[in-house]
C-alpha cells in the first residue's frame, strides 16, 4: 500500500514517517508537498510533525490553508486513512479533521522526553495490532501539546472509544505525574467517529528500529497495512 | 477606503491560561494583592481597504472566524476601527 507523507514549510519529522513507512514497514511512501493538488493515489496521507509554516498564529493555523489540505479533506471525507502525528495533530485539529485544540503545555515549556501512553482502543484501523491496556514508550517534543475540548465533546470521545491513547505514568495508571502537558483527561490521542483520522502528539515513526529501543510505534503502521489489506 | 482595524483576541473563560497564571501569581508576589486573574492574548492590527467603517469590521470579523481566532479556544473582540 501506498502512503503519502505531506511536507509543509518547517516540518521536521516528515523524513523519519517516510523512513518508518519505507524502511521499518516495507510500505511505499510519497513525499507531497503542500502546494500539491494531487494526493497521487495514496491509500494513508501522514500530516507529521514539525512547525508547518513556523507554527505562526497558533499551530496548525496556517497549515490547514495550504493548497494540498482541500485534497487532504475529500480523502478524509471519503473515508481515507489520515495519520495526523504531532504538528500534524494539531493542523488537523485546525482543519477541524479533529474536535478541539492543542495548546500551550500546562507546565509552559517546550517539553522532549520519553513518555508513557496507554492503548484505550485497540479496535481502529490504527491500532488492531496492538492489545487494548498496552503501555507503550514514545517520545514527544512539542510546546503545544495540551488537549482541551468543551465537556460535550470530551464525553462523547468516551463513550464512543475514540480516545486511542492516553498518557500514563511508571505504573500504566492516570495521574498528573504520567501527564506531561496537562491535557484534559491526560489525552494524547484520538480518532474521529468515522474511524478513518487519528491525532496523537507523540511520535510513533520515531520508534519504528529496534536500534533506537523497544519498537513500539512499529504496530500502528502495521495496523494499517493490516485493516487495507484484510 | 482604507481603514485600520484593531482586534483583542484571548483565551476563552475556563480555558486554563498557564502564561496569564504565572503572571498572575508574579503580579501578587510583587504586592498586587487585587490581582486574581491575568489572561493573555494578542492584538491583531489589520489594514484592509472597504467602502464603509462597518465593511471593514464585518470583513475583520470574517477574518476572526476562519483564520485569526480559534473558536474552540479563543474568544475575540473588535478594539477599534480608525483610518491608518
Redo the contacts between chains.
Keep these: 500500500m501506498r502512503f503519502g507523507i505531506i511536507t509543509f514549510p518547517g516540518s521536521n519529522c516528515d523524513t523519519d514517517a517516510y523512513h518508518a513507512v519505507v524502511d521499518a514497514l516495507g510500505e511505499e511512501a510519497v513525499m507531497l508537498w503542500h502546494k500539491d493538488h494531487d494526493l497521487q493515489g495514496v491509500d494513508v496521507v501522514i500530516l507529521p510533525g514539525g512547525f508547518a509554516h513556523g507554527d505562526y498564529l497558533r499551530a496548525g493555523a496556517i497549515a490547514r490553508f495550504s493548497p494540498i489540505m482541500r485534497e487532504v479533506a475529500s480523502h478524509a471525507g471519503r473515508g481515507g486513512r489520515v495519520l495526523a502525528i504531532c504538528n500534524g495533530f494539531q493542523i488537523a485539529c485546525e482543519a477541524g479533521l479533529l474536535p478541539g485544540a492543542l495548546v500551550r503545555n500546562g507546565g509552559q515549556s517546550y517539553i522532549c522526553d520519553n513518555i508513557r501512553v496507554r492503548v484505550e482502543n485497540a479496535d481502529t484501523a490504527f491500532t488492531n495490532a496492538y492489545q487494548a491496556g498496552t503501555v507503550l514508550r514514545m517520545p514527544i517534543a512539542h510546546g503545544e501539546g495540551r488537549f482541551v475540548a468543551d465537556r460535550a465533546v470530551l464525553d462523547a470521545l468516551e463513550d464512543e472509544g475514540r480516545v486511542v491513547f492516553r498518557y500514563v505514568d511508571a505504573a500504566g495508571v492516570v495521574s498528573p505525574e504520567g501527564n506531561p502537558n496537562g491535557s484534559t483527561r491526560a489525552i494524547a490521542g484520538i480518532i474521529n467517529s468515522a474511524g478513518n483520522v487519528l491525532g496523537l502528539m507523540p511520535h510513533p515513526e520515531r520508534v519504528v528500529d529496534p536500534i533506537l529501543g523497544p519498537p513500539d510505534g512499529l504496530p500502528l503502521f502495521e495496523s494499517l497495512v493490516a485493516r487495507v489489506a484484510a | 477606503m482604507r481603514y485600520r482595524v484593531a482586534i483583542h483576541i484571548l483565551?476563552r473563560e475556563g480555558?486554563?491560561d498557564?502564561?496569564g497564571h504565572?503572571v498572575a501569581d508574579a503580579l501578587q508576589t510583587l504586592g498586587f494583592g487585587g490581582v486574581h486573574e491575568v489572561r493573555i492574548g494578542r492584538h491583531v492590527v489589520v489594514d484592509t481597504d472597504a467602502e464603509t467603517p462597518e465593511a471593514a469590521t464585518e470583513a475583520v470579523r470574517a477574518m476572526c472566524n476562519r483564520?485569526?481566532a480559534?473558536p474552540?479556544?479563543e474568544d475575540f473582540e473588535i478594539a477599534y476601527v480608525s483610518s491608518p
Design positions: 483565551p480555558i486554563l498557564p502564561q504565572a483564520l485569526l480559534n474552540v479556544i
